[in-house]
């Protein structure tokens, strides 16, 4: 089966790419769409790697070259995130359950904050992909938290706009990008899951949290999405 692993910036997709060429695996760079996209063979799995770009235009776009002419047929995203609930820290793993996004508003025309026209709110992860990054997480004696994400096209650093996505959505977690792929995936019947390693609190000075500690999260969930491709 063909997977593809999308990552939104640089840093969360080089450590996968990295830990392949050490393996000896090939790795090689298509271009498509004013993006590269890079195939790999692992664990008998063709694998579709990229980095998308920040946003939900970008990962959405992303999700659909994979899908429609790379044909990954899962589709798993490594990231990193603003955590929103208390008791989620940097350094963290987190799986999305489901995906909404915030930004969404056509309440002027009385649909619910996040409804997406001609769907729904909210998009459900695939089963099974969360069952093996639970046993990932396992295997690795690591806390793995789940909970909803929300993605919208704005970095969340303050108090005001995090806690009323938090409320909004009872959401876990904020972020860019997995909400727009969540919809591509569903749309195109593609099983897909959001794993986010927390870089920040998504509050008052996120920003220079997010600066310091971006690296090693999206390195911590690039590592952790390794481990699922092996046990797929
Ligand atoms: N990705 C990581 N941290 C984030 C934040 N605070 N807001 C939006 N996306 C993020």
Known sequence: MKVAILGAMPEEIEPLLSALRERGV???????????????????????????????????????????????????????????????????ILYATSLVQHDLDITAFGHPHGFVPGSKISVQTDARLNS?????????????????????????SGEERKSWIERMFDASAVEMEGASV??????????FCVLR???DEAGHKAEF????FMVKSAQTSANFVLKMIERL
């Not at 949290?209 to 310091?212: A, G, Q, R, T, V």
């Open 182 to 191: 969540a919809q591509v995936c569903d749309a195109l019947g593609v099983p």
């Open 132 to 156: 093996i990054a639970q046993s990932v997480a396992e295997q690795l004696g690591i806390t793995l938290k789940s909970g909803v994400i929300a993605s919208g096209d704005q970095f969340v």
């Open 209 to 212: 949290d997010f600066d310091e």
């Open 26 to 92: 090939s790795v090689e760079a298509v271009e498509h769409a004013n993006n590269k996209f890079y195939a790999a063979k692992l664990n008998g799995h063709d694998l579709v790697i990229a980095y998308s770009k920040i946003g939900k235009v970008n990962s959405a776009l992303t999700a659909t070259v994979m899908i429609e002419k790379f044909g990954a047929r899962a589709l798993i995203f490594t990231g990193v995130a603003g955590a929103l609930k208390r008791g989620i820290k940097i350094g963290e």
């Open 197 to 199: 390693a927390i870089s």
